[in-house]
Nanobody, 129 residues
Framework: DVQLQASGGGLVQAGGSLRLSCKYSGFSSDEYIIGWFRQAPGKEREGVSFISSVDGTTNCADSLYGRVTISNDDAKNTVYLQMNTLKPEDTAVYYC??????????????????????WGRGTQVTVSS
């Protein structure tokens, strides 16, 4: 089965940066989408950023546009989420998830939790003022 391991969370001051990692394994196909989600206390889980292995297409939530970069390092079997200029409202548990895709070109990648089949454990990100 597909395995996902999220790591890299921690405590950071507002304005600081973190790079989260999602190490993956067990894909039976190289056509997949990996997404980052986050869930703050008392809030619904929301999509953060997504990347397709098919053509490299990426999407990012408007609230994080310009502050996050998602990338896939095939050699390390790891998807990264670089987050800069962090704000207290970024505090949440961050999860990575995956799904297979048969679509060669997809402008908007799946962005909802129910659209993903495989999940890793979350990593806590806390941003202090």
């Amino acid at each position: 089965d597909v395995q996902l391991q999220a790591s890299g969370g921690g405590l950071v001051q507002a304005g600081g940066s973190l790079r989260l990692s999602c190490k993956y394994s067990g894909f039976s196909s190289d056509e997949y989408i990996i997404g980052w989600f986050r869930q703050a206390p008392g809030k619904e889980r929301e999509g953060v950023s997504f990347i397709s292995s098919v053509d490299g297409t990426t999407n990012c939530a408007d609230s994080l546009y310009g502050r996050v970069t998602i990338s896939n390092d095939d050699a390390k079997n790891t998807v990264y989420l670089q987050m800069n200029t962090l704000k207290p409202e970024d505090t949440a548990v961050y999860y990575c998830a995956a799904r297979y895709t048969t679509v060669q070109r997809l402008r908007t990648l799946p962005q909802h939790p129910y659209e993903y089949d495989f999940w890793g454990r979350g990593t806590q990100v806390t941003v202090s003022s």
